[in-house]
T-cell receptor
């Protein structure tokens, strides 16, 4: 079974609108971390936001927030007020245990002027 | 701070050639990782080093070897390159191996094996 599933290969959003990128995960471990990374066309992987399995509140970092629904095993990334520079690939990842770090296949986001 | 640096940025090899990808971090992190990224497959862990002096296999270790030279440096070696190893290689580091530790990535090395 896939550990991380991102079902949206490509998404479009109008500039200044909000967009939600979906991520579901599979684990039976009570302790895990969820991460989102951005990969622009230049290729580097940029850390955006983190959510721990025991965190009660959803994580927020500037225009990024993580909609964490533990019972549904989902960790969706919400980007508010999209900007042209947000156009990139976005990867959801999960860490369980010291040597287990899983990435999804990514969602390509295009922001339309 | 440079963060995580990788050399080279690009490399073209012929089948059977060997090469070493270099990675260094200046964040005083204990743990370092090597991933490969193939189209449509996300990132897959090749090898990791939880701390200086230790290395372990990840999901796709075949055809690779690693060396944790010191706390800062972690190299990946391809002894006999194959076309299936054409990929983008990322090095990453984290302070430790706990589930809350964020991994920070280098800029990547694009490798083409002919």
């Amino acid at each position: 079974a896939q550990k991380i599933t991102q079902t949206q290969p490509g998404m479009f959003v109008q500039e200044k609108e909000a967009v939600t990128l979906d991520c579901t995960y599979d684990t039976s471990d009570p302790s895990y971390g969820l991460f989102w990374y951005k990969q622009p066309s230049s290729g580097e992987m940029i850390f955006l936001i983190y959510q721990g399995s025991y965190d009660q509140q959803n994580a927020t970092e500037g225009r990024y927030s993580l909609n964490f629904q533990k019972a549904r095993k989902s960790a969706n990334l919400v980007i508010s007020a999209s900007q042209l520079g947000d156009s990139a690939m976005y990867f959801c990842a999960m860490r369980e245990g010291y040597d287990q770090f899983y990435f999804g296949t990514g969602t390509s986001l295009t922001v339309i002027p | 701070n440079a963060g995580v640096t990788q050399t080279p940025k690009f490399q073209v090899l012929k089948t059977g050639q060997s090469m070493t990808l270099q990675c260094a971090q200046d964040m005083n992190h204990n743990s370092m990782y090597w991933y490969r990224q193939d189209p449509g497959m996300g990132l897959r862990l090749i090898y990791y080093s939880a701390s200086e002096g230790t290395t372990d296999k990840g999901e796709v270790p075949n055809g690779y070897n690693v060396s944790r030279l010191n706390k800062r440096e972690f190299s990946l070696r391809l002894e006999s390159a194959a076309p299936s190893q054409t990929s983008v290689y990322f090095c990453a580091s984290s302070e430790g191996t706990s589930v809350w530790e964020t991994q920070y990535f280098g800029p990547g090395t694009r490798l083409l094996v002919l």
